[in-house]
Structures are given as C-alpha cells and as structure tokens.
C-alpha cells in the first residue's frame, strides 16, 4: 500500500546555539540524507521535508512540505543563530498547520523531530500543558515526536510534553556527531517500520487500521 512520509525538523535558532552553529548545519543535511535513504529503500514511500527554524524573531522556513528530491543541503548562511528560545510557539504552529494539511489522509505519517540546546524561555501563544495536549492527540493519530537537546534536562523535558524519544547530548563534536547518527539510524528504522505496517494493509483497509498501525510503529525504537 502506497504510503507518505512528511518529516518535519524544527532547529533552535536562538543565540546559544552559536557555539554549535557548524555543527548544526551538518546534523540537518545528516538528517537530510537519511531521508534521502529511507526514500530510496522503501519503494511504497513518498517524502517531504518541512525544515524551520525558530527564535523570538519568529519562524522562519526554509522547506515546507517539498518533496525531498527537490531538498538541497544547507549552509552556514543558513542558519544565523539571535535571541530566545519560544520552543512551545514553534512547536505548536508548525505542527498545527501540517495537521490541518494531513489530518483527513490516514495514509500520511508524520515525524517530528526537535534539536534546542535550552529550556523554553519566550511562548507567548503555546504553554507547556497546550503543547502536552496538542503531542498526546497527533501521537494517538500515529504521528512520532523526536526530541533532542543539550545543556539541559532533556528527560523531564520530553516528559513533560509527552515525547517518547528523546535524546541527551553534549556541545561536543563527538557527542553531537554521535547524536546525528542515532537520528540518521532512528529514522531509518522508523521509515522501514512504517512501510511493513502499511504492506500488511490492504486497499481497503479502514482508517482506523491504518492509524492502529501507524500507532504500533511509532512506538518502536527512533533514539
């Protein structure tokens, strides 16, 4: 059963992640590739990429839902790290506004991955418990949330706002090249689980199969 994947990465963009700015650009081209990859070995799959950036300046965009061949990698002028951190506002507008795109097609997947290197500090919009609840309805959906950090407690963090894998790594090259590649290998794993589940499906199978299924593979091993 012909099936798409839409992956969405959401990059800190606030000023303390200067001091990880190259390091950065080479973690979304990984990520980048990896999707590349999974497109390439699972035949059934169809991937887009949503890439965003955020910090108190606002959202800015680089991708929105394109289709990963059309995807080149980034570059340092890229990514221009300033001010805060109002991780519950991107998390909350970015995914609102690719579910109101997806919600009605059971044969979409969804994963969602976050890189900050900081607590939330500047959501005027979003609060913890309105993102917990806005995770906790998209996941019963099938949809997987991702969440890796640095120089903070990244654990009580993906707790709080009910992220099943989640990531804590060091302003390290080693520590972050490593973090890159649990992403790479996590999404791969992921992508070849959701591409079985929808070969057990038939045509016809109910929506409600569908996102049973897609429940079953995001709870699988991503990082």
Same mark, same amino acid.
């Not at 169809?46 to 606002?58: A, D, E």
């Not at 992921?190 to 299924?213: G, M, R, T, V, Y």
């Given at each position: ?6 992956? !969405? ?12 700015? @190259? /390091? ?20 059934? %799959?169809?991937?887009? !990429? ?9 959202? @800015? ?18 990514? /221009? ?17 690719? @579910? ?28 913890? %418990? ?27 963090v993906a707790f709080n706002l009910a992220i099943d894998h989640h990531l804590q790594f060091e302003k390290t090259d080693d520590d972050i090249a490593k973090m890159s590649e649990a992403m790479a290998k996590g999404r791969m794993h ?24 897609k429940q079953k593979a995001s709870k699988n091993f991503f990082f």
């Open positions: 059963m012909k099936n798409s994947v839409y992956n !969405v990465v959401i990059l800190d963009k606030s000023g303390s992640m200067s001091d990880m700015r @190259h /390091q950065a650009v080479g973690c979304v081209n990984e990520t980048f590739g990896s999707i590349r990859t999974a497109a390439k070995q699972n035949d059934g %799959q169809s991937h887009f !990429v949503t890439f965003v950036q955020f910090c108190n300046c606002g959202l @800015h965009t680089i991708y929105k839902n394109t289709p990963i061949d059309e995807v080149k990698n980034i570059s340092l002028k890229d990514f /221009q790290p300033c001010c805060g951190t109002p991780l519950y506002d991107a998390i909350g507008n970015v995914c609102t506004a690719l @579910h109101a795109k997806v919600k009605n097609d059971p044969t979409i997947s969804v994963a969602v991955t976050i890189i900050t290197d900081g607590y939330e500090n500047s959501s005027r919009e979003f609060s913890a %418990q309105s993102i917990k609840a806005l995770i906790e309805a998209y996941k019963s959906e099938g949809w997987l949330f991702a969440y890796a950090g640095a120089n903070h407690d990244v654990e009580s992921w992508c070849a689980n959701i591409q079985a589940a929808f070969n057990d499906l038939c045509e016809d199978s109910s929506p409600e199969e569908i996102k049973i299924s």
